[in-house]
Nanobody, 125 residues
Framework: QLTLVESGGGLVQPGGSLRLSCAASGVNFHYHDVAWFRQAPGQEREAVSCINSNSDETMYLDSVKGRFTVSRDNAKNMVYLQMNSLQPEDTAVYYC??????????????????WGRGTQVTVSL
């Protein structure tokens, strides 16, 4: 199990950009798949993006394709989510999560054991 800490959230106007960071501490980070989830008030937690351990596969929620980009730097134990063209419906608490060998079930939050505490993203005028 890893310790994960998100940062980079904040208040932005529609059309703006943010880059979220997820800093990991623990053993064998480079073997973990890492996913970004978000949860808005009254909504279920949904998978936004996922990147596998060696960065050769990425997945995205349909509504963020072309706007969000996930990346990682295993040497720094960091994962990033670059969010461009943000819209009000992107407003949520964003979490990073990590797990070994979960690529095929990345959309299911119950499969992840390592979680950050979240960072708030608010998109509003």
């Amino acid at each position: 199990q890893l310790t994960l800490v998100e940062s980079g959230g904040g208040l932005v106007q529609p059309g703006g950009s943010l880059r979220l960071s997820c800093a990991a501490s623990g053993v064998n980070f480079h073997y973990h798949d890492v996913a970004w989830f978000r949860q808005a008030p009254g909504q279920e937690r949904e998978a936004v993006s996922c990147i596998n351990s060696n960065s050769d596969e990425t997945m995205y929620l349909d509504s963020v394709k072309g706007r969000f980009t996930v990346s990682r730097d295993n040497a720094k134990n960091m994962v990033y989510l670059q969010m461009n063209s943000l819209q009000p419906e992107d407003t949520a608490v964003y979490y990073c999560a990590a797990e070994l060998s979960l690529w095929s079930q990345w959309r299911d939050p119950s499969m992840f054991r390592s979680w950050g505490r979240g960072t708030q993203v608010t998109v509003s005028l």
